[in-house]
């Protein structure tokens, strides 16, 4: 329901919000009308746009996307050719392919159960499974990122570009390391990755009045829990042994400056959520 949730997010900003930062209408055909109602039902509301885009999750969503693809198309155009989409849940990147990734060969890597749901609600839209896209299915909690990329046209030996968007959150620390140590043994020195985070004190907070929390029971009542998180100050400190360094860390604020400044719509990141640029060993 979350993957649901978060297409339908990115859609009602492509169709509502001005201006633009990501063009992705998918979710309004790939979401069904029962998705839709169970939203409704949880949201006591029968006005689904407002409620997404009050949600506190709903900017961060966006934001994380915009930095994603911004930082792709410009790996792209250094002569990057592979994307390799991780927990990619209903991303809709393959099936709207921007100008700048028409040759770029992307590989979806998400939960086998997750996954079998996106290929039925694509065959029930009667879309064609697009060229370029690999579909690799792997539960990440169980088998090693490296291990799942070995049985697709995954090529090691070339530059990547990786995303982990809205995943890390649901496993442990110890899933989350042993994957971003995967990422970094799959591809040359220099490929890069973008993933995103919460600050491990949201998992400490009482509080029940915080939005962020709200947002954190509805999740676990999904039975979707969160279970770590990392502190954005030791970040880089753990991330040693991975095979990674970071480049960038943007919070809550940062995020806000670079791309919510002087909109009227009130799009902004929630507090707690973090996106990090870093890049192989």
Same mark, same amino acid.
């Given at each position: 329901?979350?993957?649901?949730?978060?297409?339908?997010?990115?859609?009602?900003?492509?169709?509502?919000?001005?201006?633009?930062? +990501?063009?992705? =209408?998918? &979710?309004?055909? /790939? %979401?069904? !009308?029962?998705?839709? #109602?169970?939203?409704?039902?949880? @949201?006591?509301?029968?006005?689904?746009?407002?409620?997404?885009?009050?949600?506190?999750?709903?900017?961060?969503?966006?934001?994380?996307?915009?930095?994603?693809?911004?930082?792709?198309?410009?790996?792209?155009?250094?002569?990057?050719?592979?994307?390799?989409?991780?927990?990619?849940?209903?991303?809709?990147?393959?099936?709207?392919?921007?100008?700048?990734?028409?040759?770029?060969?992307?590989?979806?890597?998400?939960?086998?159960?997750?996954?079998?749901?996106?290929?039925?609600?694509?065959?029930?839209?009667? +879309?064609?499974? =697009?060229? &370029?896209?690999? /579909? %690799?299915? !792997?539960?990440?909690? #169980?088998?090693?990122?490296?291990? @799942?990329?070995?049985?697709?046209?995954?090529?090691?030996?070339?530059?990547?570009?990786?995303?982990?968007?809205?995943?890390?959150?649901?496993?442990?620390?110890?899933?989350?390391?042993?994957?971003?140590?995967?990422?970094?043994?799959?591809?040359?020195?220099?490929?890069?990755?973008?993933?995103?985070?919460?600050?491990?004190?949201?998992?400490?907070?009482?509080?029940?009045?915080?939005?962020?929390?709200?947002?954190?029971?509805?999740?676990?009542?999904?039975?979707?829990?969160?279970?770590?998180?990392?502190?954005?100050?030791?970040?880089?400190?753990?991330?040693?042994?991975?095979?990674?360094?970071?480049?960038?860390?943007?919070?809550?604020?940062?995020?806000?400056?670079?791309?919510?400044?002087?909109?009227?719509?009130?799009?902004?990141?929630?507090?707690?959520?973090?996106?990090?640029?870093?890049?192989?060993?």
């Amino acid at each position: 329901m979350t993957a649901v949730a978060t297409a339908l997010m990115r859609a009602t900003h492509t169709r509502l919000d001005r201006p633009v930062l +990501i063009d992705d =209408p998918w &979710g309004d055909q /790939l %979401v069904f !009308a029962e998705e839709r #109602e169970l939203m409704r039902a949880a @949201a006591g509301t029968e006005d689904l746009d407002t409620a997404l885009r009050a949600h506190p999750s709903y900017g961060t969503v966006i934001l994380r996307a915009c930095y994603t693809e911004n930082l792709l198309a410009e790996a792209v155009s250094r002569g990057v050719g592979q994307y390799v989409i991780v927990g990619a849940g209903m991303d809709s990147f393959a099936l709207r392919r921007p100008p700048f990734a028409r040759d770029v060969e992307i590989f979806e890597i998400d939960h086998p159960s997750t996954q079998e749901f996106k290929i039925a609600r694509i065959a029930a839209c009667e +879309i064609p499974v =697009p060229l &370029g896209l690999h /579909l %690799v299915a !792997a539960d990440l909690s #169980e088998t090693g990122l490296d291990d @799942a990329l070995a049985g697709s046209p995954f090529r090691r030996e070339l530059p990547a570009f990786f995303s982990w968007l809205g995943v890390t959150g649901y496993l442990t620390r110890e899933a989350n390391l042993a994957t971003l140590t995967g990422i970094a043994s799959c591809a040359p020195a220099g490929s890069e990755l973008v993933f995103s985070y919460l600050d491990e004190s949201v998992l400490s907070s009482d509080s029940t009045a915080d939005p962020i929390q709200q947002t954190r029971a509805q999740v676990a009542s999904l039975g979707e829990p969160w279970v770590s998180g990392f502190d954005p100050d030791k970040l880089d400190a753990e991330l040693q042994g991975t095979g990674l360094e970071i480049l960038e860390n943007l919070g809550p604020g940062e995020l806000s400056a670079r791309y919510c400044a002087g909109r009227s719509d009130g799009l902004s990141p929630s507090p707690g959520s973090y996106v990090a640029h870093a890049r192989s060993l």
